[in-house]
Structures are given as C-alpha cells and as structure tokens.
C-alpha cells in the first residue's frame, strides 16, 4: 500500500523472486524488483519458507490503496502475471471498476471540500467565544 495511490495512474508491481531460476525470469520480463521497505505477516512467512526449503516462488506486489480494495491495483498485478504465466488475462472488467472508483472518490472529495467551505463560512458569521 501507498499513501499516494490517488495520484498514481498506472499502479507499479513489484517482484520479489526467490530461486535462480524465477529471479532470472523476472530480469527478463522487466519486473521491476522490490529494494525497498518491509514484508511482513503472511507474505514474510511464504517466502522465508521458500528460501529456507530451496523451493522457487514469486511474490507479486503492487502499489494500491492502504485501506479498501484497488481493483486498479489487481489488474497490473494480473497483467504482470499473464506475462510470467504466459496466459492471456482480461482485466478489462477490474480498470472498469477501477474507473468507477476513481470517479466516485473525486466526487466524495469534491463535496467535503464544498462542506469544509461551507462551515468556515459559517463560524466567521458565529459571535466569538466570552470568557468572564
């Protein structure tokens, strides 16, 4: 998750590859690798497990929203996995939903704009606080 991901057009995926072999697949499709920050929980446990027991695996993460689902997000990350799978994914349906979300959030931020205004006129017409 980034706390930016309002700005953010087209969500990064990152790869974070355990084996030769899928490290050398990742170099050669242009998976952009992840250098930066922490894994935690579930995904941490996957991959200390992988690395510990030799087997390969790939864990895929991209950039989306902190606090609710991206479906933007699902569909790089889908695009990214058709490559390495070699398998067409239609992700069509998760930028249209992607689109909608986008639109309603303008929208919603649009409107507590117009409410914030709304209430600072306000208090500038409320007489001030009188200390005794």
């Known amino acids: 998750p980034v706390p930016n ?16 072999t899928v490290g050398k697949l990742v170099e050669s499709l242009s ?7 922490m894994i935690v929980g579930p995904y941490a446990r996957i ?16 950039q989306s929203y902190p606090n609710y689902p991206d479906p933007g997000a699902a569909a790089a990350t889908a695009e990214v996995l058709s490559k390495v799978v070699n398998v067409g ?24 704009m117009l409410e914030m205004e709304r209430m600072g006129k306000s208090q500038e017409y409320e007489l001030p606080a009188m200390y005794s």
């Open 47 to 62: 991959i200390a497990e992988c690395e510990r027991s030799g087997l390969p695996c790939l864990t895929l993460l991209s």
């Open 31 to 37: 998976i952009e690798l992840f250098e930066e920050g």
């Open 5 to 20: 991901r309002m700005m953010i057009d087209k969500p990064t995926v990152f790869a974070i590859p355990v084996g030769g």
């Open 89 to 112: 994914i239609d992700v069509a349906p998760l930028e249209e939903q992607a689109e909608e979300i986008r639109l309603r959030m303008k929208d919603l931020m649009k409107r507590t």
